[in-house]
């Protein structure tokens, strides 16, 4: 069983398919990889922002569930999204960018010695831009290089996913004991945990809280997260691994992307294991023109009429138009 190499995705669930593509396409300045349908519930949105190539690592996902209420967070929750970029200069252009879109921000702080800013989007999605800038370890992604923000400012992976608990030492061996991520520092409340090379990509930072209420599931909050592993192998070995030690998890799943086993061992908190390969560019879209088309995977091909008839449409082609790079 090889250790964990770092976060894979994070799925996360928008009130509105159309309006999380534009804050992504024109605001973060991620690209859209893949515009698909929920495997479990095909009447709903599946999309998947990432970096210029869809990297493992780099992709945040959304559902856009019909009808479902607002997220209350709380306990019992992941609690924050993070992204990466290369410096803290790149921090300094997102404070910028921030304020020329009216994106509610915090302003640059320090996580663990880590420059960051925390965010949110207009569903009150909770997120952190941390810097690289001195910190070793997973490697990074490759920002949209088409896309409106300066390559050299650009969001290049996901950075430390945070979970808000009440019941730290539980969390702590769930990391610690079934995973292997191991816990490296502590501020206060906040106690950080580290997988594989370590390093912003592959993070989790608990935070500890006896007094807020649990967390509800709903727009404006995250779905799951999901963790790197290299193969097929790896992730029939990290199964047999969890069933080892009685811990329920879903069994093998083929997500035609990439292939994945589910677990949860905490209250309110999904966790998936998620194999690096095949990633998105495959027969249906080229690198060129990733997240233009509604592709579905073979499992869903004979469904396309009915897909298409209840998902809204629109438009997602890029391929077409030039973004200037804005430099402010």
């Known amino acids: 069983m090889t250790n964990l190499l770092g976060i894979h995705h994070i799925t996360a669930i928008t009130s509105s398919a159309p309006k999380i593509y534009d804050f992504y396409t024109n605001v973060l300045g991620l690209r859209l990889v893949k515009k698909t349908v929920n495997q479990d519930d095909i009447n709903t949105y599946h999309l998947f922002f990432a970096d210029d190539k ?22 019992n929750e992941i ?39 925390y965010f949110n989007d207009f569903d009150g999605q909770p997120y952190a831009l941390f810097s690289d800038e001195g910190i070793p370890g997973v490697k990074p992604g490759t920002p949209w290089l088409k896309g409106p923000v300066p390559n050299e400012f650009g969001i290049y992976g996901l950075g430390p996913v945070y979970f808000t608990v009440n019941r730290l030492e539980s969390m ?20 950080l945990f580290e997988m594989g090379e370590g390093g912003n990509g592959a993070s989790v930072i608990v935070e500890e809280s006896l007094l807020l209420p649990p967390g509800t599931q709903g727009y404006g909050g995250v ?12 992730l029939d070995a990290w199964a047999n691994h969890l069933t080892k030690l009685g811990a329920p998890h879903s069994g093998y799943v083929d997500r035609y992307y990439f292939e994945s086993v589910y677990t949860r ?38 469904k396309r009429a009915y897909v298409e008839s209840v998902v809204k449409h629109f438009d997602t082609v890029r391929s077409t138009k030039a973004f200037e790079k804005e430099y402010l």
């Open 172 to 191: 702590k061996n769930i990391l610690e004991g079934v995973f292997n991520i191991k816990e490296v520092k502590n501020e206060g409340s906040l106690h």
């Open 54 to 75: 869809g990297s493992p690592g780099t992709d945040i996902t959304f559902f856009d569930f019909k009808g479902i209420p607002q997220a209350r967070h709380g306990v």
């Open 223 to 234: 779905h799951h997260v999901a963790f790197r592993v290299d193969t097929r192998q790896s």
């Open 265 to 302: 061992l905490y209250p309110g908190i999904l966790f998936e294991l998620a194999t690096d390969e095949p990633g998105f560019i495959d027969h249906e879209e080229t690198y060129d023109i990733l997240g233009e088309k509604l592709a579905l995977p073979p499992a869903f091909i004979n």
């Open 79 to 117: 609690s924050r999204s993070g992204f990466r970029v290369p410096s803290d200069e790149a921090l300094n252009y997102w404070i910028k960018r921030f304020d020329k879109y009216d994106v509610k921000h915090t302003g640059i702080r320090t996580v663990f010695g880590r420059k960051a800013i």
